[in-house]
């Protein structure tokens, strides 16, 4: 009897033995079970996470190409409301040249011309900051004047300003173009 207790009892190991090794298999199957889930996850995330990059540089290069179009607009239109504002002194030259032909009398001419310059001008200055450089029989400032001209003066201490040959103009405070002038200058 003890053959066969001996026989049953290797049965009973080697029994356990493979429960021991198909306990080990399943384990395995299982991780990798959960390993290929957690693959597939992963790769489910990059995909949508390489889908959500592709469409926020989509939106990025639209709002920079809507950008890009929106200030040339804003460059191409800036100046709209200052030729609007030039559109009356225009019709107004327009009647003046009109009245030109019609009439002999210049005066009338000449009084619609400098009607026109006035109007222009005040439109440029209430609404756009342009002031007129005040330059005749002021001291010479080269960064408000351009000498045109310099003639010897004795009876000057300074440089001064003799005649404006053109109008120069401050854009809000900055000399957009300076006055050309003849500048008398004394003898040192």
Do not use: C
Not at 89 to 102: I, K, T
Not at 159 to 173: A, I, P, Q, R, T
């Amino acid at each position: 009897m003890e053959k066969k207790q001996e026989k049953k009892q290797p049965k009973v190991e080697k029994k356990a033995e493979e429960d021991v090794a198909l306990s080990e298999v399943e384990q395995k199957e299982l991780e990798l079970a959960l390993l290929k889930e957690q693959l597939e996850t992963a790769q489910a995330e990059i995909a949508e996470l390489k889908d959500q990059m592709l469409r926020n540089r989509a939106d990025l290069e639209n709002t920079r190409k809507r950008l890009i179009r929106d200030k040339e607009e804003a460059v191409k239109y800036a100046n709209s409301s200052l030729i609007k504002d030039l559109l009356e002194p225009l019709d107004d030259f327009d009647r003046a040249l009109e009245a030109a032909e019609s009439t002999e009398d210049y005066k009338k001419v000449h009084d619609g011309v400098v009607m026109v310059s006035s109007q222009i001008f005040g439109i440029l200055e209430r609404n756009w900051g342009l002031e007129r450089i005040v330059a005749l029989g002021n001291e010479f400032d080269p960064d408000e004047h351009e000498a045109y001209m310099v003639v010897p003066d004795d009876s000057l201490e300074h440089e001064m300003v003799l005649e404006e040959f053109s109008n120069g103009y401050k854009l809000h405070g900055r000399v957009l173009r300076p006055t050309k002038v003849k500048v008398g200058k004394p003898n040192i």
